[in-house]
């Protein structure tokens, strides 16, 4: 639906697209054609460049592997969190009157108009040993949590930064959504669960769909959370690929890191268009 | 045509960008001098005192987090850099690859005030390729009331009584090498025994270990939310400013002592213009000032006499000169090698 947008806006009025072809061109395709020239080859010996498939075979050693693997894991966790979390609060949302969810939503929006890493470091003073929340914890008599630094404060982080991409998405499908479909589900005897798992989920599927998208691809690739929150612990693969990139300048590897991880999100994408066929993860936007 | 007007389009902004980046003159006929340094590492005076004194010449100056990060930029084609300040082992690395200018001594009055022991690194005993900026080293800072006790060894890291109020570096060689140093190997070690032998020490330690940093483990000193941390003596010296409770050590099995040195890239073209500055930062008025706003030591006795008393008198600034003997310079290392540190730093991340 979107490609149909765009090729049409191409064809009837060229000339202002050209800014965003070139946009797209400059800051899009070279950059990943780059990525791919620098994963398959190497430096060799007087600065020559070589083909070489060696660093991609290392990308997808067990070592490698297992920081992916548990990105993968850590990003399905804060995706489940956010869903559980955000549709019922869509639903609720939709179900408002306009001018009081016009209200709460602006306030699930508001934080997202502060710097992202200002956000997690406010997290931090709020968590930390000495914070705000143990001492809260202490005057009530209860013992100081160790709260920072742990797995769960990166889950934490990464629900806490990326849940209005789950509400949103899923609160506009409600919005849109026939409820005369549910007035007659209800007519023909269905009870309330009934008419939840067979009218009114499938019909959010488009959301749910974009929503998962817009929280699992940057839950995966997110690097400075587990450095803030997880007292970097523990490595996601956005921290490898920094690290590759700026600690041990290794470009070739680190594209090649990249290029794994790019083949994810179009695995990921894929999987997602095929759940959602009507086309509705366009009603984002 | 239309295509052909896009392809214009994306050449000539590409030609912006890149004529953007080579500027070597101001509009009013400055020399630009572009200097990457480190951050928090200057006294914010310095650079307006030294363009009133030169006023033919602007410094712009970028700053970077790590010796890797300041290689990566400095060795980017596209970049203009002329002055960069990177520590012994990666000017080392520098040299090696040819990337340095010959520094010129007839035209540097203030060499001369430099320290005979900072200059006897062995990778550029001349000073033909750079000058020392600061040294320092890489020991133990640690909170006497939290401890209860005075420490002199790295073995307090890897002590079960300390759980989770220690705090580790989060950065491959000084981890791995403060792990060597403990297992008394050297830090340049090319033994990939030696290397897995650390490796395994510092998985039994994670544990123990309350979180990995870099620059907030000072702030997580100074809040006394750790007990013991390895640092850099002049975040040492300026956390202990902060809170006095915090004492410094350079352990006895030995530490990292590392010079940064001012260098100038062979690509300059402005060479004249940054060697007056380099030749300005080693006057020992400048030098002193620098000291007392980093916290980090100058090579300079002469500076030393214009420092505050009270920062002269910190062990960290100013350490004992016989606790430096046991000391040891990083050496650059190949990439096969530096391989074996990174996978050794990966096994201690995934545990």
């Known amino acids: ?285 | 045509m239309k295509k052909l007007f896009s392809i214009l389009f994306v050449c000539l902004l590409l030609a912006g960008i890149c004529a953007g980046c080579a500027s070597t003159e101001t509009a009013d006929g400055r020399t630009v001098v572009h200097f990457l340094n480190w951050g928090d590492y200057i006294d914010p005076d310095v650079i307006p005192m030294f363009e009133e004194e030169n006023p033919d010449i602007k410094i712009n100056m970028t700053t970077v987090p790590s010796n890797e990060e300041m290689y990566v930029i400095a060795t980017t084609e596209g970049t203009q850099i002329d002055i960069v300040v990177p520590s012994e082992y990666m000017i080392q690395r520098l040299m090696l690859e040819d990337r340095l200018a010959v520094l010129d001594h007839s035209k540097m009055e203030n060499y001369r005030y430099v320290a005979d022991f900072v200059k006897t690194c062995t990778y550029d005993p001349d000073g033909q390729y750079s000058v020392p900026y600061t040294w320092g080293t890489f020991g133990l800072l640690y909170n006497i009331e939290m401890t209860g006790e005075e420490i002199d060894s790295w073995d307090a890291l890897f002590d079960p009584k300390y759980k989770k109020q220690i705090l580790m570096y989060d950065s491959i060689r000084d981890s791995v090498g403060l792990a060597l140093i403990k297992l008394g190997y050297s830090i340049n070690t090319k033994n990939q025994q030696e290397i897995d032998e650390a490796a395994a020490l510092l998985v039994e330690q994670k544990p123990l270990v309350l979180a990995y940093g870099t620059d907030d483990l000072r702030m997580t000193m100074i809040n006394g939310s750790a007990a013991l941390a390895p640092m850099y003596a002049g975040d040492a010296a300026y956390s202990m400013m902060d809170n006095p409770d915090l004492r410094y050590v350079i352990p006895k099995e030995g530490a990292n002592i590392f010079v940064d040195g001012m260098c100038i890239l062979k690509t300059t073209d402005v060479y004249d213009a940054a060697l007056r500055f380099v030749d300005f930062m080693m006057r020992p008025d400048i030098a002193a000032l620098n000291a007392e706003y980093n916290c980090y030591s100058t090579p300079e006795d002469d500076a030393l006499l214009l420092v505050d008393s009270e920062l002269l008198e910190n062990t960290a600034f100013n350490p004992p000169k016989e606790d430096l003997e046991n000391c040891e310079y990083y050496e650059h290392l190949e990439k096969d090698v530096l391989r074996m540190y990174e996978d050794a730093w990966m096994k201690v991340k995934i545990a």
């Open chain 1, 1 to 285: 639906m979107k490609n149909r947008q765009i090729s049409g806006v191409i064809n009837s009025r060229k000339v202002f697209a050209l800014p965003y072809v070139a946009w797209i061109a400059i800051f899009t395709v070279a950059p990943l054609i780059l990525i791919l020239l620098y994963a398959f080859t190497d430096t060799g010996s007087g600065g020559v460049m070589i083909l070489t498939a060696e660093n991609l075979a290392r990308a997808f050693s067990p070592l490698y592997m297992t920081v992916f693997w548990r990105s993968v894991l850590m990003a399905l966790i804060a995706t489940a969190v956010c869903l559980l979390l955000g549709y019922p609060v869509a639903y609720m949302l939709s179900r408002m009157k306009q001018s009081r969810a016009a209200i709460l939503s602006i306030l699930f929006i508001l934080p997202m108009w502060m710097n992202f890493l200002l956000r997690t470091y406010a997290w931090r003073a709020l968590l930390d040993n000495a914070g705000i929340i143990n001492q809260g914890l202490m005057a009530l008599g209860i013992e100081p949590v160790q709260f920072l630094y742990t797995e769960g404060a990166i889950i934490f982080g990464l629900v806490y930064n990326f849940l209005p991409f789950m509400i949103l998405p899923i609160y506009s499908v409600f919005q849109k959504m026939d409820t005369s479909c549910i007035q007659a589900a209800q007519d023909l005897g269905a009870n309330k669960w009934q008419t939840f798992w067979r009218v009114t989920l499938p019909l959010s599927k488009g959301g749910i769909v974009s929503g998962v998208t817009m929280v699992f691809m940057p839950a995966m690739t997110t690097f400075v959370i587990t450095r803030l929150l997880g007292g970097s612990h523990f490595m996601m693969y956005g921290d490898l690929i920094e690290m590759e990139f700026l600690l041990m300048s290794e470009w070739n590897f680190g594209s090649a890191l990249a290029v794994v991880m790019l083949i994810l999100t179009i695995l990921f994408m894929w999987l997602m268009r095929k759940y959602d066929k009507e086309g509705e993860g366009g009603a984002l936007l």
